[in-house]
């Protein structure tokens, strides 16, 4: 008996295969028995008709509680009604393991309780979707970067210094020194930039942040990109690949994931390259004319500000040049004017906020040690940072991607808690 | 002009093309200079011919410092002498930023200020070559996963509880309550491959140990595969084809750096399922035999007896079945003996240590209360862990690989240190 998994059973139609799996739901009749069935690659349904099976199979399927675990055996045959469009007639059904009293039911239930449960809640058809589409952000991110030429670096997770100061960021005793959790592998990236020309990161980031908003996580992965011999421009047109990238590789691949979330894909589709562009300045204009009085020149969007500019495109926009005051010490100038920074936000489309935050990175030594001094930042602990300032530096950019955000959008989740397995949040450490 | 990276010269033979990148090095005569450029992508040699250029390209040859940054324009030809294949007939030559007394020079430095300076010792071409086989290795690792069905799950690195006991943990607070950063993803993985089916991660783990071997870091990345409905048995096919594929990606796609590092090849070529299995029991009769007196049946094995079993073989072996007092307690009993359980290290050829450990899990909910109880463990930090066996448990098995030994190995390295961007030793925390 061949066994396989409900993915594979578009391939094997007409034949009796054998599903390891568990039961997701079922409804039954005296005749008949509907088994919701879920493998972990999928969701089918597996039909018991009481007449064409032995007794005992029929008072198994209709005595199954949910989320038992269980072979069952049957037929692949085709089902035009379904999403997946395929289902199993059922012939066989051994339990592995009876579940007891499974704690989460069709029912509603809190979000604390779910979230007590995550290790369970994952298993439900809209947590699976969601990880499903996550995953596919994550394959298509190794594609992108590695079809353009970028190498995948991992920059370290443990840092000695916190020079920009230790108030959001975790810290433990690494032996006798003091060490921090990174919150970006920026730096790191620019170093490896240097090294290997285009470089990408895609790892856990921290943020001790006293935040609770539908937007934030404490715990959270980020995609961060480097490039050398790249200017501002030049990154902004990467990025907007990268994004439409991702966006139309879940339509093509995560058309049930993207269904069983009742995701608006029209939506999706418009995500194509190239993104509007507008400039801090105007950006400020346009939410003065929509009657926001609580923003002025030289100061940063909140949330609300995001959204408003984002509802005036139907794609993800970037917010250039950002004042100097508001934005880190690294950001190159604009060549033409000394208040602004040759910068970018992406902001999401739908109210999701921003995605990316990039910039060109200042280059030339002199610059940079002053504005250290600016910044009232030790030269001592970015010594090997302005090395790169030293040796042959050259003009380069890169930027940051907020994976929970982007899955959050795409998937249309309400709350990043929903986008990352197993979510940080300032209450919630467990499971 | 059209601007390009090293790696695309050999489509634009006879071309005249603009490169921006590094002098790694260069010598010259009266009459030539031969420029070593390297752009991240890649390393060619640009040849300067006094009596080709204008007097001023020459003069600015002849000055050049190692590691200044430049653009360089020029005619790609073949050079059949050199590894890639490709050399640049230099026309012109810009500066873009001089080097500074560029303090790793072609002469033989310190372990320790070649660590000190990392993020400059990334450019030489030993470390370059290391950190693309790297590359290739995880690129390969997505591919083989994505291509076998698995689903990316990225597992939490702050963890509420520690209940093996913190001595081997860093520890910071999160707001008000304790958090330990992850050793490994295991559990959370198993949780995931009960939603997911087949799951692996791969991210960064911490072991606060203070151990000071060329096969230890304090921070290394692993890849945790996790598998339902999969047995001892095909838990170690799965593995062996992980393992085979990444090595025959690495010698298909970096022949250079392979031939950079001097590595034999002929080695790697054998490296193809099936792998070799080795009980415990026979591994510790065959390291009688070869005359070890240090070892007793019941002890775990140090590096100079995985030496001395893996040289029997000319490929990774699997010691299969320990013990089970040297195991960890959710490993699954040995069908037939109670005294060893389902598991299997996989120990890389040519000295390079322990590269995978994996087992069967216990999914029998009483015999894993039972083993909680026999170690000591407090049932109530494992309440979403016990769980997973009352939910519907499935026989499942999964194991970690070590990333940066697994580099150290395909590449030839002689200490891990050399396999990962910015290693963090026992005194290592810089840069
Ligand atoms: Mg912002
Ligand atoms: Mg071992």
Avoid at 94 to 99: D, L, N, P
Avoid at 242 to 270: F, M, P
Avoid at 273 to 284: G, L
Avoid at 343 to 365: K, Q, T, W
Wanted: with cysteine.
């Amino acid at each position: 008996m061949k066994k396989i998994m409900i993915q594979d059973m578009p391939n094997h139609v007409g034949e009796t295969v054998k599903l390891g799996g568990w039961l997701a739901n079922k409804r039954s009749s005296g005749k008949i028995a509907f088994l919701q069935l879920r493998d972990g690659s999928g969701f089918v349904q597996g039909v018991v008709v009481k007449a064409d099976v032995p007794e005992e199979v029929f008072v198994t399927a209709k005595g199954l509680h949910q989320e038992s675990s269980l072979y069952v055996v049957g037929e692949v045959t085709k089902d035009e009604r379904s999403a997946f469009g395929f289902e199993l007639q059922v012939k066989e059904i051994e339990v592995i393991a009876e579940a007891n009293n499974y704690p989460i039911t069709p029912k509603e239930h809190g979000i604390e309780f779910l979230m007590d449960n995550r290790h369970l809640w994952l298993r439900s058809r809209k947590q699976h979707a969601i990880m499903k589409v996550r995953n596919e952000i994550i394959r298509a991110t190794y594609e992108f970067f590695n079809d353009n030429g970028f190498t995948k670096v991992d920059p370290p997770i443990l840092t000695g210094s916190a020079p920009e100061g230790t108030s959001e960021l975790f810290h433990t005793k690494y032996f006798d020194q003091d060490a921090y959790l990174s919150q970006s592998g920026q730096l790191y990236m620019e170093a490896a930039a240097m090294a290997l020309g285009k470089v990408f990161s895609f790892g856990p980031t921290f943020r001790a942040e006293k935040s609770k908003t539908r937007r934030h996580l404490i715990e959270f992965w980020m995609i961060e990109p480097e490039m050398a011999f790249v200017e501002h421009d030049e990154s902004l047109e990467v990025q907007e690949q990268y994004v439409s990238y991702i966006v139309q590789s879940v339509l093509e691949n995560c058309k049930i994931e993207l269904e069983r979330l009742g995701r608006d894909t029209s939506k999706l589709e418009q995500i194509k390259a190239p993104f509007p562009r507008i400039s801090y300045d105007d950006a400020i204009k346009l939410l003065h004319e929509k009657g926001f009085d609580d923003i002025e020149w030289g100061e940063d969007f909140g949330a609300p500000h995001e959204t408003a500019i984002a509802e005036h495109y139907d794609k993800p926009v970037f917010i250039t040049c950002y004042p100097v005051g508001i934005k880190p010490f690294y950001m190159q100038p604009h060549p033409d004017r000394d208040d602004v920074v040759l910068c970018a936000d992406l902001i999401a489309p739908e109210g999701y906020g921003e995605i990316i935050g990039g910039s060109e990175r200042v280059h030339d030594f002199e610059l940079m040690k002053q504005r250290l001094r600016e910044h009232d930042l030790d030269e001592n602990a970015y010594a090997w940072y302005l090395d790169l300032r030293e040796q042959g530096s050259v003009p380069h950019s890169g930027f940051g991607l907020g994976l929970e955000r982007t899955v959050a959008w795409i998937t249309g989740a309400e709350h990043v808690r929903e986008s990352i397995p197993f979510p940080r949040l300032l209450n919630r450490l467990y499971p």
